[in-house]
Each structure stands twice: as C-alpha cells, then as structure tokens.
C-alpha cells in the first residue's frame, strides 16, 4: 500500500494528467471531436504538426487505455460501495472495514497508474517538442477558461 508521501509524489503528475483530459474539453468547445480524442481537432492538430502515424498511435493509445480505465474505475467504486456498506452496519467491524479500505486505496492506486502509463503513452507519441507545446495549449485554454468565467 502507498504511503502519503508516494501518493503526494504522484500528485503533480496526475494534476498534468487530469490537464490533459480537460483539453479534450478545450477540443471539445472548438470542434466537437469524439470524447476524450483532442488530437481529431483540426486545430490542434496543425498547431502541433503531428503526423498521420502519431495520430494513429494516439488512437491505438486512446483505445487501450480507455478499456483499462473503464475497468478500473469500476473496481474503485465497487470496492467504495462495500467500504459504505460496512462503515453503514449498526455494528461497526473495524478490521473488516481497514482491510476494505486497503483494497479501495489499491484499487485507486491502479487507477491513478493506468492514467500516469496513458499520460506517458503520450508524451512518448508526440515526443518533447510536440508535448511541450501541449501543455501550452491546455495552459492558454486554462487562462481563457478563467477569463470566461469573470
């Protein structure tokens, strides 16, 4: 099990990560790919100049992480729902529910590293260059997402 400080270490990485997944939206509101396929945006794909191959990497990347992340983030809830079902019994088993909440906190663990293996999947696709200017581009879209909403 990960201690605070591993989970704390993790945390920038799953910030960028959860980044990343929000310029989806950013692609979204510009030209309305499929969910979650930023890299189908007209407009982003010229703006980092990724190639027919990348593309297809991305896709192929997308496909087979999404299948994982879908079968994660089912285990974090079914383990969260018998974690509320023993916290919820009139006769409260502390060890049932510590080693319940273990299994919750490994099935988040799992899912937060499908997300950082998809976020490195990516970088590896695109390459320095190319996911530095990412990053940019979901910095500018943050920046103006703040200035719509004042």
Known sequence: MQNIWQRLRLK??????????ILTGAAHAVDTPPSGKWWRVPAVTRELGLTDRQIDDLEDSFHR?????????????????????LV????????KAMAQH????????ALATE?????????????????RRLIELKKKFDRRKVHKRQ
């Not at 919820?88 to 060890?95: A, E, F, G, K, Q």
């Not at 273990?102 to 663990?109: D, F, S, T």
């Not at 997300?115 to 996911?131: N, P």
Request: aromatic content about 10%.
């Open 12 to 21: 920038p990485f799953l910030v960028l990560v959860a980044g990343l997944l």
């Open 65 to 85: 992480h999404r299948r994982k992340l879908i079968r994660l983030k089912k285990d974090v809830e079914s383990e969260q729902f018998e974690l509320e079902i």
């Open 88 to 95: 919820d019994t009139r006769v409260l088993d502390v060890d």
């Open 102 to 109: 273990r299994r919750l906190e490994e099935a988040r663990g």
């Open 115 to 131: 997300r950082f293996a998809y976020f490195l999947d990516i970088r590896q696709i695109l390459g320095i260059e190319k996911f």
